[in-house]
């Protein structure tokens, strides 16, 4: 027995809602979205109800064996579903250029970005590019994508005319980060690191990545939404390192949404109506919410910017 809220916000949805139930009579079809982390967990069911939808779909996996197997799997149930896999490490900026190159090469439109691929509380690391592995995974490979992927996006908006949309995938714990927010100076720091304040940190810079994708599209004028989303607590792959996510997981296992709940929110923001010019904010079960303070802070989220484009244009 789980205890998830059936009680619904202004949006008509609940945290019960799932993913179909929140893109139920929305057509997708001319659209293409990239999801990241699609062969598993939210990731897979986001992918799914996407195609569902008619929304072309590609999917950025590590390993291409499994993502040929989902593929195959997702079109054995929707035949006529349009997926495409290609290979990507999100956490070596080196695989991100080449995808990101490769896309360009074949000539995809892209009219959703879903930044949903992620790590959570492993041991301390360092990815190949000698970064923090849970901020280079879940925040510096999607800014350097997203960057590299723009002027993709920025073309398909003004030759579709539809509203590009932009969706990261935060969490509540990015409340729960390190007391200055972003440790700028000490993001290497073996010493004083801590596996969920690390995680914290690297949420909040999702939460912090759409506030300034947002100020700079409202700039330029460009028809392209940012917005990030927490999915709720759900026990899937993300969870794997074991340690404290097992003890997480065990204790509040009856305020678990199911994976179909979980991925609600992602698709709700990607493809919901009601969503067309919200930009800058940040969603829980479907439904607006409200971020952290160190979330809505323009300043730190303009140093993040800067500190982010001096990471990914030195290696």
């Known amino acids: 027995m789980t205890w998830i809220s059936i009680c619904t916000g202004k949006s008509g949805f609940a945290a019960s809602s799932t993913a179909e139930d929140v893109t139920k009579g929305v057509d997708g079809t001319g659209l293409t979205a990239i999801v990241t982390g699609a062969t598993s967990g939210i990731g897979l069911e986001t992918t799914r109800v996407l195609a569902l939808r008619g929304v072309h779909v590609i999917m950025p996996v590590r390993n291409l064996e499994s993502g040929k197997k989902v593929k195959e799997s997702i079109v054995e149930k929707i035949p006529n579903a349009k997926l495409d896999v290609m290979e990507l490490d999100i956490s070596s900026m080196q695989s991100v250029r080449q995808f990101a190159s490769q896309y360009r090469s074949k000539g995809y439109p892209l009219n959703i970005l879903i930044l949903n691929a992620g790590i959570m509380t ?169 971020a952290s303070n160190f979330a809505q802070d323009p300043e730190l989220a303009n140093k993040l910017w800067d500190f982010s484009l001096r990471l990914t244009n030195s290696k």
Do not use: W
């Open 122 to 290: 492993p041991p301390f690391s360092l990815s190949k590019d000698k970064i923090e592995l849970q901020f280079a995974t879940n925040h510096v490979g999607n800014f350097l994508l997203t960057n590299l992927l723009l002027d993709i996006i920025k073309k398909t908006v003004k030759e579709s005319g539809k509203e590009g949309r932009i969706v990261i995938l935060s969490s509540e714990i990015h409340r729960m980060t390190y007391k200055e927010g972003i440790r700028f100076d000490k993001i290497n720091d073996e010493k004083s690191y801590c596996a969920f304040s690390a995680y914290g940190q690297s949420k909040l810079a999702n939460a912090l990545h759409a506030k300034e994708l947002t100020r700079r599209f409202q700039e330029e004028g460009v028809k392209i939404t940012a917005n990030a989303v927490h999915p709720g607590v759900i026990a899937t792959n993300l969870a794997r390192s074991g340690g404290f996510n097992a003890v997480f997981y065990g204790i509040f296992n009856r305020f678990l949404k199911n994976i179909p709940q979980g991925a609600a929110t992602t698709c709700y923001v990607a493809l919901h109506p009601q969503v067309k010019g919200v930009s800058g904010q940040y969603f829980a079960d479907s439904n607006l919410s409200k």
